[in-house]
């Protein structure tokens, strides 16, 4: 199977060093390219004002800034950005109803994880690009469920 996402830049988000530094090293592992980590949110849409990246991974519950606000300012800013969750409350399933409408279950991974499920993450935010015509803007959030129905 093609990968994509290979060699793609990446900027992990979380307000744990472990958790920012075990991610890292996994996706690294999984060939891509992490060039930058970020505590919250303002750090991370500070860094995203000046540099590019192919992906953001977020973490939910950090301080200054909320990881679901984080996710909104991005692609409020920055429609066409790949990004995808890391956090404890994706194995919650009141938690993932609560957004079900804004955001695809499916860019929602649980911790601990393994390199297996980032690559099911990785393989899923490059097949919806693909579904979308080669781009991530889609017309509504509705597109975006459609598109996660046809994987």
């Not at 991974?57 to 429609?79: A, Q, S, W």
Request: aromatic residues 8%; without cysteine.
């Amino acid at each position: 199977m093609t990968k994509p996402w290979v060699g793609a830049s990446v900027l992990v988000v979380d307000d744990s060093e472990k958790i920012r530094k075990k991610l890292s090293e996994s996706l690294t592992e999984l060939g891509l390219n992490v060039i930058k980590t970020a505590e919250d949110g303002v750090q991370a849409l500070d860094f995203l004002k000046t540099t590019s990246v192919d992906i953001v991974t977020i973490d939910v519950i950090m301080p200054v800034m909320h990881g679901v606000e984080l996710y909104r300012e991005i692609k409020k800013r920055f429609p066409a950005q790949k990004a995808f969750f890391v956090t404890l409350l994706a194995r919650e399933k009141k938690f993932i109803d609560a957004y079900k409408d804004e955001i695809p279950e499916e860019l929602f991974q649980g911790k601990p994880f393994t390199k297996q499920e980032l690559e099911q993450k990785l393989n899923f935010l490059y097949d919806l690009q693909l579904l979308t015509g080669g781009s991530d803007i889609m017309e509504s959030e509705a597109d975006i469920h459609s598109a996660a129905e046809q994987l």
